[in-house]
């Protein structure tokens, strides 16, 4: 990681004429792309390293010739020679999703949707003119085959991982005659790919937008079935209605001839349903496949949206083991199957999670069940080597930049959390009423102490279980006397 953060410097450097204050690194996505934040005076900007040269050069290709067209996407300010880095405007921090999340479904909201689909319109119809589909990363349109790779996704990471029975040439037959149906539309413009809300960035009340290396030439309506249809947001019918009515309406102001609003929402419906089985399809990649959490817990709630969908929308033709499949996997059954089990008021587990120093030997478990997890964080390189850490411990902001970005503390954590969440889940299921997980390094001050913070926040978040969370040696941290009697030194405490 130190090697792409001099990288970075120097890229930034040549094209500032000024170095950085710091570089950040930003939390990391679904993607294997690796994004920073750098500080440069009162200027923000965003550092993007990745491996895969083609996708660097779609999404900055694409993003020229949307910025030339006036549109709403980041600026593209310097590429390494490489094309593994680049440096763009930074847009923000605050994405559609925090607002609805901050805000719920307020008119302030509502209006950022309505600008976000009024930005797409424009996205859509004008980055079409002139665009050089051979950047595309895949296909360079939405048409048949592209439709036939989204729906064996969905077969191979999701549908198959259940082992439910099915006529496979059936099913395959249902597939194909989805696909057909599909492409027959006229509407054929700038597909954005992944028009979802965390890809929507608010700043200033205009809005932004990201990741869009995906696009493709394809239907108008699943960019907008991704918006209006995301799992995570939850719409209301009405606003669903509202805000296609909208788009409808900003986009017969684009086109030379009004669109045919009966052709349009007639095939809607079956672009949502595509939507809704790529997601799902990524979803079991990343989850089933990869073991990401987020993905995991996702699963339930795309389901549940597609339950909501197949009760109340139809696509137009006639699929009759697909729709077979459908409601087999929407069965209460199957989604309870990944939902995770949660603390409630009633459980009495506790997990205690302690940082410790294995100079003064690993704890002892007080509540007579002999210890549980023990987890050596001396793997990673240690901060406290470093004059500018010693002062400072693993809940410093320096200290946990220095660990994400320059050991492998993420990748070590992953592991913690796929052995202890098993544990969890089944002491909850069982009524439980103790755990214990330790995490130790040679001083106890820096790297068990962000591992102990990390794993407590992870189980809060993912299980509500309540949760004991001690620093044992938080008496001999070597912190300058001013810090000695504030919150850093902060007693033992139990949250949930």
Known sequence: MKIIIDNITTLFTDYKKLPPDRIEQLPRSGSDRIYFRIFCGDESFIAT????VKENKTFIAFSRHFKEKGLPVPEILAVNEEVTLYIQEDLGTSCLLDFLEKENFSAHVFELYKKSLE??????????KDMDYEYCLTAKKFGKQAIMSDLLYFKYYFLDTLQLPYDKQVLMDDFEALASYLTKTEYKYFMFRDFQSRNIIVNNEEVFFIDFQGGMKG????????????AKAQLSDEWKNDLLQYYLDVIDGLLAHPV????????FDGYVLIRMLQVLGAYGFRGLFERKAYFLTSIPIALKNLETFLQNNRVGIVTPELTRMLKAITNETIIHRFEPVQANENSPLVVTIISFSYKKGIP????????GFVFDCRGMYNPGRFEDFKTLTGLDKKVIDFLVQQTKMNEFLNGVYDLVDISVEDYLKR??????????????QHRSVYAAEQTAAHLINKYKVKVKLSHLNKENWVLPPAQKDESINSPDFIKS
């Open 364 to 371: 002892v478990d007080e509540s007579g069940n002999g210890g």
């Open 119 to 128: 930005q797409l319109a424009r996205l859509q119809v004008l980055g079409d």
């Open 431 to 444: 009524g439980f009423s103790n755990l214990m997980v330790s995490f130790g390094c040679t001083g106890g």
């Open 260 to 267: 045919d609003r009966h052709i349009f929402t007639g095939q």
């Open 49 to 52: 390293y990745n491996l895969n």
């Open 219 to 230: 239907a108008l309506q699943y960019d907008v079935a991704s918006l209006l249809w995301q």
